[in-house]
């Protein structure tokens, strides 16, 4: 059964569990070996009603009494780019989040695809704002992709070509929830060329939305996952998957090559990439349902 559901299309409550999971999240980035600086980031937050508190780059934390949120950022047209959109995403997460809360705890679940935009929405004026103030910033844009976990819930945003996955507990299977937005994705999407194709095509990278710069409007892509224990999501910019194969991510994923109790998974695919490719920056955030 396919868990995912798209904006506009009410979300059934899933069954309380006896005890409610616990998130585990590791954060990695690397400039690679080209780029003399790195424009992508990566933001942890847990919230409630009342707060917001700003996560390190890897932890575990029960999901009962707080809502949690995940963002990879992939900035161009300004070197601080990514780092921008991070601050502006958390200042307006801090903002918009909390409040929505209190739906979230009780159980209206529907208002999340409005959430959503508005932050997206936000987030987009903010960065055209500083574009248009500030020589440095002229045309800075960034992708952006989030994710915020409720107990049996993960909410989605993205726009841009950076990358949500889901490994679901069962099957072992990967499937990317986000679309690229990039005219060289809808060819492949329509059919009209190969994965291969796409891969290697010398425009897959010009994108058609993205927050800030030039855009006019922001359409985000939103939606959402009932989420289960044993389940993994996956955040990254796309010069991980410039590196990196579906199958190599499941590979890198689901088993591990260490036991040690500081791995970090998302340096493990991070490193992975950047050995295969790293023509980019490069960063990835995995997400443990535990």
Known sequence: MNREIHQKKRVSKPKKKSAPPALKWFGWTDIGKVRKNNEDSFLGLRFDAREVQRLGKFGEASIETMDFTFAVADGMGGAQAGEFASRIASEKITTLLPRAFQHSATGLQTGFADVLTELFSQIHRALVYLGESYDECHGMETTMSLCWFTPGWMFFGHIGDSRIYHLPAKPKTVRQLTQDDTHVAWLLRSGQISQHEARTHP???????????????????????????????????????????????????????????????????????????????????VIQVV
Request: charged content about 25%.
């Open 203 to 285: 425009r897959r990278n010009v994108l058609q939305k993205a927050l800030g710069g030039g855009n006019q409007f922001v359409d985000p892509q939103v939606g959402a996952v009932a989420c289960e224990c044993g389940d993994i999501f996956l955040i990254c910019s796309d010069g991980l998957t410039e590196g990196l194969y579906d199958h190599q991510l499941i590979e890198l994923l689901r088993e591990p090559v260490t036991t040690k109790v500081d791995f970090n998974p998302a340096k493990q695919l991070v490193d992975a990439a950047v050995k295969n490719y790293g023509r980019d920056n490069t960063t990835a955030m």
